[in-house]
């Protein structure tokens, strides 16, 4: 019943956010607002002049991309031209601030652990969850943040560890995270459990292995983390939302080492904080439900 009353509140909600985001979407999918000073479109540094090329992983899962019936090809799940799901929406709201038409902006798929290494990029900016990390940041470029993050355990309702009430209480547990993510930096910096924590290439086998009983639990952010219980979890349960430890969590865009486009960006990233735009964002796409705060 549980599980039933949250898929059907997502499913109403999901509902209005559409309609909203459909809407909006009316009013500006053609239109394209004017470029920042110093940031004109033919003196931008892009991969192909003209067209805003945006990197992302495939699937690309809701909340941060919006679920697509029939994707555009390759892409699974969710299509990202859709402009629907946070990421996206924060891509084109990025893109309209440099003066970029919707049909002027392309999406190229491209691995999460891919995105920060070192090298030549096939996208003017990333966006796809990165945490921002001093090591990242010595082969790529972050813009400012677009999202402050907390991660989140993840478990089975009935089993022991829906429980714990603290970090100290998951240090017996058997944990897994995605490869190269900060969930899976968190859980061996701050939870430090008693057992290695086991890492996969992708969410969805972290998750496949939580159902298996394999793990007793996944460190998510907490967005995704509502995703996981709501739709891929049938007994999913958040066993609680873990402290900020350190140097507050932050997503950024990635961009090649060096390349002059993050400081447009940047202005642009700063405008939409400043006009109202990104806390709009978040409430449509990333409103929370309450979760327990593990201390």
């Known amino acids: 019943m549980r599980k039933a009353l949250i898929a059907l509140v997502m499913l109403v909600a999901g509902a209005t956010l559409v309609l909203a985001a459909t809407a909006t979407g009316a009013r500006t999918a ?86 920060y290494r070192p090298g030549k990029k096939p996208f003017d900016f990333y966006i796809t969850q990165v945490s921002y990390l001093p090591e990242r940041a010595q082969a790529v470029d972050f813009s400012n943040a677009y999202y402050f993050v907390n991660q989140s355990v993840v478990g089975r309702s009935g089993t022991s560890i829906a429980k714990v009430k603290t970090i100290a209480g998951l240090k017996r547990y058997r944990l897994g995270a995605q490869l190269g993510t900060t969930s899976y930096k968190y859980i061996v910096d701050y939870i430090k459990p008693s057992s290695k924590p086991l890492v996969y290439d992708t969410n969805d086998a972290a998750i496949q292995a939580l159902k298996n009983g394999q793990i007793d639990g996944i460190v998510v952010d907490l967005p995704t983390a509502f995703y996981v219980i709501a739709v891929q979890l049938d007994d999913g349960t958040i ?42 964002l978040q409430r449509l796409y990333l409103a929370r439900a309450g979760a327990p705060d593990l201390k």
């Open 30 to 115: 053609q239109t394209a607002g004017t470029a920042i000073p110093g940031c004109a479109k033919a003196s931008l540094d892009l991969v192909s002049a003209g067209t805003l090329t945006v990197g992302a992983d495939n699937p690309a899962y809701p909340p941060w991309f919006g679920f697509t019936e029939k994707p555009t090809k390759p892409w699974k799940v969710s299509d990202p031209y859709n402009g629907k799901g946070y990421e996206s929406a924060v891509a084109y709201a990025v893109a309209r601030q440099l003066g970029f038409l919707k049909k002027q902006v392309k999406w190229t798929v491209v691995p999460f652990n891919n995105s």
């Open 239 to 280: 066993v609680g939302k873990l402290p900020t430890r350190g140097t507050k969590e932050r997503f950024g865009m990635v961009f090649e080492k060096g390349n002059p486009l993050k400081k447009c960006v940047n202005k642009a990233l700063n405008n939409l904080w400043r006009n109202g735009t990104i806390k709009r």
